[in-house]
């Protein structure tokens, strides 16, 4: 009775280690397999791609695009190459008042979002401190056909959260002054 019992055991945590490697092939040989990360991002629409973060196996770009939206995806890296991973998006705010978030947005691996940024301003999440990217080293047509002169796109990442459920952003001056505060 006990070598049964024994048998079936390890018949089941054979067929869960069986169904673990099958899942860890199928995610590695996945996807496009492109050399780059640029080429593994998605063509489907007119994208302004924004170089974002990067790891060895993962590169975040943000994008505009289409004329009204702003988002942003990954290209992620297996055996097989460089593939397009899940991305995000939002429909571009109308203009932006300056140091002020009105929004936020997240993929479920960082928070993100656009402020039209005046003098030295810090964006805090969390009491975290999110990066900046400034928007106008881009091409002119761009800037102007999104309207995104002086914006940043600030975000961070949800590892480095203590609370990754509920958001205080917190747009603060060089003098410590709070000029615009968001709760999610």
Do not use: C
């Not at 019992?5 to 018949?11: C, D, M, Q, S």
């Not at 881009?138 to 590892?159: G, S």
Request: charged share 25%.
């Amino acid at each position: 009775m006990r070598s049964r019992f024994t048998r079936a055991v390890l018949f089941a945590a054979l067929i869960i280690i069986l169904a673990f490697l099958f899942q860890q092939i199928t995610i590695q040989f996945s996807g496009e397999g492109f050399d780059t990360p640029q080429e593994a991002l998605p063509k489907d629409a007119e994208y302004e791609w924004i170089e974002g973060p990067k790891t060895e196996k993962e590169h975040r770009y943000f994008f505009l695009s289409n004329g009204n939206y702003f988002g942003t995806g990954v290209a992620k890296k297996n055996l097989k190459g460089w593939s397009s991973g899940n991305g995000v998006y939002a429909k571009l705010p109308k203009r932006l008042n300056e140091n002020e978030i009105t929004s936020a947005h997240s993929d479920g691996k960082i928070l993100y979002g656009l402020i039209n940024k005046e003098g030295q301003v810090e964006v805090i999440v969390n009491g975290e401190k999110a990066t900046l990217l400034n928007l106008s080293t881009l091409p002119k047509e761009t800037i102007d056909l999104y309207k995104v002169n002086d914006y940043f796109i600030w975000y961070v990442d949800l590892e480095k959260l203590q609370d990754s459920e509920h958001f205080h952003i917190v747009v603060k001056n060089d003098k410590d002054e709070i000029l615009s505060e968001l709760s999610i």
